[in-house]
Structures are given as C-alpha cells and as structure tokens.
C-alpha cells in the first residue's frame, strides 16, 4: 500500500513538475535552451503590441461575425456605426463562404478552430504530449505558423502582486509569473475556476460579456486559449515558442471583450487588463507540440 502511495506521488510529480517553476528555476543551469535573456521588462518583446493587437482583433472579429445570429442582444446597445459596420462584414463574409470546398447548408456557421485556421492559416488543440508523463500539451492540428505569430494565450484570472492567491496556489501548477510579479491563475479546475467564474459574472454588463469563461469548459469560445498546457522545453525538445506580456488597451472593442480569456481578481478599472500571449520562434509545422521557455532578468 505505501508503495502504491509512493508510485502515485512520483508519477503526479513527473506531470507537475515542468509547470512547477521554482523547480524550472533551479533546473535552468542544466537546462539553458529553457532560458531567454531579457535585459529589461521593456525590451521582452518578440514583436510589437500593435501586432498582437492586430491578430487578436482580426480571430476575434471573425469569431463574433461567426456567431452573428447569437449576437441580437449585444447589437442592441452598440452605436449604429459599429453595427453597419459587421453588417457589411457580414456580407462580404458571406460571399467568402460561397466559395469554399466545403459549407454548412443549414447555416453558415463555423467551429472556432475552423474560424482560426481561416483566419490566421492554423489550428492549435490539446492533446496527450509527446513528454514522458508530462500530461497534455498543446499541438498545432492543422496548417502553418509562421515565425512571429502569436500561436495562443495565456487564459486565467489576473491577480497584482498584492492580492490574495495562497488558496488558489496549492497544489496548481498553472499559475504563471510576469515579469513584473502580476500572477496569471490558468487553473480550469477547483477553487481557481469558482474564482474565474465569479469575477466573470462580476463585471458583465448587461448583455455585455467583459471576458471568455469557455475555456473552463471543453467548448472553447476563442480556440487561442490553451496556452496554459504548453509544456516547457528540454534539452530535447527546444522551445519554438515564448511568452510575451499584452496590456490590453482601452480602446479595445467592447463587444469582443467576450472573447478575451483573461478577468481582474479586483474591480480595478484603473489597470489595464494584463494579457500573456504565446509568440512562434520559428515556423512550426503541422503535427508539432508547442514548447515554450521561461526568461528571466539580467542587468
């Protein structure tokens, strides 16, 4: 019996241990192909904020014009600019349709990861990983990323340096660490997803959804949230993506918030939401498992 204990301590160990940081950390002079050098927070950019912002607002763009018929109530409070605006979207995305090999006859409605492998040119799903017991990680399903790309996010609840997280902390190993000590709870399970859950309901604003709370489920909403199950690289297995922190700016569309993975733990409307998105270091190739690395400071 306590060597079943034991066997099953040891083996849930192996699956946590490449998202457990302080373990990362001490295992980094080992390991250097996990490390990225960044002289200061500022220069932690792999390419610039206005293309992660580009890419988000064109997969979620698409994604609402997707989902247009469920969309009636949101439409409602928008200025009638920015509703003829999908409006002629609509039609043009219409015309698109006619075109393809394949279509819905009842409706044309598209899975989300149909929706961003026509948006960007590939698909990303979780799948087992190719790690020895290292759980799920993440695949890119079909097409191509090219270098540069921002692959996927970082979902989860947003905590500053100075609230509370200890509870929520036991036993998780999704919790990821800015740069500048904002934590990023990706947890979809236990007390984190009561947590997320409960800020979600929070800040909505009527038919106005401030936040995607999909990814808690196995029907995700924004195909791009899934970043919390990629594996950290080895000296086998090189990293072919990276973290890059996203501020989300305030004149971030209000009707494709629904689509943005990520809520504030606090009802501070001073900070801009903090986003982390994950970046292609290389072309990545259908079939491969994305694998990141962790950067740390030097002066």
């Known amino acids: 019996m306590p060597g079943r204990l034991l066997r099953g301590l040891w083996q849930r160990w192996r699956r946590y241990r490449y998202r457990f940081v302080p373990w990362i950390a001490l295992n980094l002079s080992h390991n250097p192909r996990t490390l990225r050098y960044v002289p200061e927070e500022s220069k932690d950019k792999v390419i610039s904020d206005e293309d992660v912002l580009g890419t988000l ?3 979620f763009q698409a994604l609402f014009i997707n989902d247009f018929n469920k969309q009636s109530d949101i439409l409602t409070v928008l200025p009638e600019p920015v509703k003829s605006k999908y409006q002629d979207l609509l039609s043009v995305q219409h015309l698109r349709v006619k075109h393809l090999e394949y279509s819905h006859e009842e409706q044309n409605t598209f899975k989300p990861e149909e929706i961003l492998y026509k948006t ?3 698909s990303v799903a979780r799948a087992t990983s190719s790690l020895i017991s290292a759980g799920k990680g993440v695949f890119i399903t079909k097409g191509l990323v090219p270098k540069g790309a921002v692959v996927s996010m970082y979902p989860g609840t947003v905590y500053q340096k100075f609230e509370p997280i ?6 998780n190993p999704f919790i990821f660490r800015c740069l500048d000590g904002v934590l990023i709870d990706g947890n979809d399970k236990g ?3 009561v947590v997320y859950r409960s800020c979600n309901g929070r800040d909505r604003l009527g038919p106005l959804k401030m936040s995607d709370s999909t990814w808690l489920t196995s029907e995700i909403h924004n195909p ?3 970043g919390q199950y990629v594996n950290n690289c080895s000296n086998d297995r090189a990293a072919n993506v990276c973290y890059q922190e ?3 700016p305030a004149v971030f569309p209000i ?14 409307k001073q900070s801009p939401l903090r986003c982390v998105v994950l970046v292609a270091l290389r072309d990545i190739k259908q ?3 994305l694998f990141s690395n962790y950067y740390t400071i030097v002066s």
């Open 57 to 59: 607002l064109k997969v």
């Open 224 to 226: 791009l949230a899934v």
């Open 166 to 171: 200890f509870f929520q902390s036991i036993g």
């Open 246 to 248: 996203f501020d989300v």
């Open 120 to 122: 960007l040119g590939f």
């Open 191 to 193: 007390i984190s997803k």
């Open 287 to 289: 079939g491969e498992e």
């Open 255 to 268: 009707e494709l918030k629904q689509y943005l993975p990520n809520i504030a733990y606090s009802n501070d």
